[in-house]
């Protein structure tokens, strides 16, 4: 192999390292460690006496999933208040299903997510990903009392809660 090769290999090798290294911006971050899919927060409420914010309201051993297929986040085994779950990368909108118990297999509202996905370029090596902002939903009422958004953005920051559904 020729000198000439070697440094051209070299260089190629050193590119393709490069490309993912940075962002173009001086912080060193990683682009390609960005995430690519992002989570919704849904959380339980009861009313409060006073005030909007509402009580945590933990569901028994709560089931949820997608409608209209066979996509489950929670099986019925885990009692709490705060639920994340996927949206759509491919759709406007997101559609689950919350069925408060197992003992209670009818007890089912629907919530649907309506959101706007704008793509993000992260690097050529990495690609784009989407960010998400909510928009409006849209439930059933045969338990839930009502919902309302309580963060627009889904941008993967922890503790943040995006739903509030009230029971």
Not at 8 to 36: D, H, Q, W
Not at 56 to 85: E, H
């Amino acid at each position: 192999m020729t000198k000439q090769k070697i440094i051209f290999i070299l260089l190629l090798v050193s590119a393709g390292y490069m490309a993912c290294t940075k962002s173009g911006n001086e912080s060193g971050r990683n682009p390609c460690l960005e995430p690519k899919d992002y989570y919704l927060t849904l959380g339980t409420y009861r009313p409060a006496d006073t005030g909007a914010a509402g009580l945590d309201s933990n569901l028994p051993s709560a089931v949820i999933g997608f409608v209209d297929t066979n996509v489950i986040f929670y099986d019925g085994k885990w009692r709490g208040s705060r639920f994340i779950g996927p949206v759509s990368g491919i759709a406007d909108s997101a559609r689950w299903y919350i069925q408060t118990d197992t003992l209670k297999p009818t007890q089912r509202d629907t919530i649907t997510f309506y959101y706007e996905r704008k793509p993000v370029f992260l690097s050529t090596a990495c690609g784009y990903t989407f960010t998400y902002s909510l928009q409006r939903l849209l439930t059933t009422n045969y338990y839930i009392d009502s919902a309302r958004i309580e963060n627009t953005e889904l941008n993967g920051a922890p503790n943040i809660v995006h739903v509030k559904v009230f029971y």
